[in-house]
């Protein structure tokens, strides 16, 4: 008897932990959701390169998603693309890259 409540006090504790936990986990932005978490797409040399590379990075991570309107932002001295995103659904989405180091290149 006294194992079988060890196990369950055991389970309770690990129950728990995972509660409090999932929640931090599950509140971190995706890559790319915020400005503070813009992708960086590593290698770029020039704008060309770049706006092909996010396209790309789009096209593989994005599967059936569509892009929209692109904006340029400017935040504490870093250069930002931000681009719409309309899901197979109707959704929609922004993410961000970071385009910092090749921008006007």
């Known amino acids: 008897m006294r194992a079988a409540r060890r196990g369950i006090a055991a389970w309770?504790?690990?129950?728990?932990?995972?509660?409090?936990?999932?929640?931090a986990l599950a509140q971190a932005p995706a890559p790319g959701a915020t400005l503070q978490t813009a992708i960086?797409?590593?290698?770029?040399?020039?704008?060309?390169?770049g706006v092909s590379a996010e396209y790309a990075y789009i096209a593989k991570n994005f599967l059936g998603w569509k892009p929209g309107m692109q904006a340029l932002l400017s935040d504490k001295g870093r250069r930002y693309d931000s681009i719409d995103l309309t899901g197979p659904d109707g959704s929609h989405k922004t993410i961000f890259f970071d385009i910092t180091e090749w921008f006007g290149k």
Not at 40 to 49: A, C, F, R, S, Y
Request: no cysteine; net charge negative; glycine share 4%.
């Open 40 to 49: 960086v797409l590593p290698g770029i040399q020039h704008e060309t390169e």
């Open 12 to 23: 309770w504790i690990a129950a728990a932990l995972m509660a409090a936990t999932v929640p």
